[in-house]
T-cell receptor
Framework: NAGVTQTPKFQVLKTGQSMTLQCAQD?????MSWYRQDPGMGLRLIHY???????DQGEVPNGYNVSRSTTEDFPLRLLSAAPSQTSVYFC?????????????FGNGTRLTVT | AQKVTQAQTEISVVEKEDVTLDCVYE???????LFWYKQPPSGELVFLIR??????QNEISGRYSWNFQKSTSSFNFTITASQVVDSAVYFC???????????FGKGTTLSVSS
């Protein structure tokens, strides 16, 4: 059982480039989400999804796009990368039917925008 | 608005010392869920404990214990007889009533030296 898988682990982009961070889970979880982690800021929610075809914004959605075409996958797109998007990105999922169930996190993607 | 405050940014202790990590939360929800996560130097996020607002019993798991007090809106975490392997960033987090967002504190970095 792989859990939550994120790719790539590391990425360097130039300002203005676009890319997609991949996230896949094999636990049949309905809820999936993306967080970014910055020094001294903790983790902040970017976007989340409560099921296929349903997405919504979190605390810091600007500059990011998401879609949820399948239960398993929840990619995060950076449309035009900016240095302010240099961060560590975590994807997480949980079984939505269990409201108090903990989030399962992927191992993170470290993104640097130059 | 919901908020989690971890006032201690960094704590340094010597092995075998006891250490308490503080967490204070704010919410208007009557039902809510609190969590602690550990982030070791390797970077992954590890779930430690979940507590719901109905249950104020303290919990002990080996060297770890948690003190939940609704009267002071606190959910503190104590490590007894700390070990070098406990060195990590520890996050306290609060799930909103809708279950859509896990709100993190900024984390406490614990350094345990031998």
């Amino acid at each position: 059982n792989a859990g939550v898988t994120q790719t790539p682990k590391f990425q360097v982009l130039k300002t203005g480039q676009s890319m997609t961070l991949q996230c896949a889970q094999d636990m049949n979880h309905e809820y999936m989400s993306w967080y970014r982690q910055d020094p001294g800021m903790g983790l902040r929610l970017i976007h989340y999804s409560v099921g296929a075809g349903i997405t919504d914004q979190g605390e810091v959605p600007n500059g990011y796009n998401v879609s949820r075409s399948t239960t398993e996958d929840f990619p995060l797109r950076l449309l035009s990368a900016a240095p302010s998007q240099t961060s560590v990105y975590f994807c997480a999922s949980r079984a939505d039917s269990f409201y108090n169930s903990p989030l399962h996190f992927g191992n993170g993607t470290r993104l640097t925008v130059t | 608005a919901q908020k989690v405050t971890q006032a201690q940014t960094e704590i340094s202790v010597v092995e075998k010392e006891d250490v308490t990590l503080d967490c204070v939360y704010e919410t208007r929800d009557t039902t809510y869920y609190l969590f602690w996560y550990k982030q070791p130097p390797s970077g992954e996020l590890v779930f430690l404990i979940r507590r719901n607002s109905f249950d104020e019993q303290n919990e002990i798991s080996g060297r770890y214990s948690w003190n939940f007090q609704k009267s002071t809106s606190s959910f503190n975490f104590t490590i007894t007889a700390s070990q070098v392997v406990d060195s990590a960033v520890y996050f306290c987090a609060l799930f909103n009533q809708a279950g859509t967002a896990l709100i993190f504190g900024k984390g406490t970095t614990l350094s345990v030296s031998s």
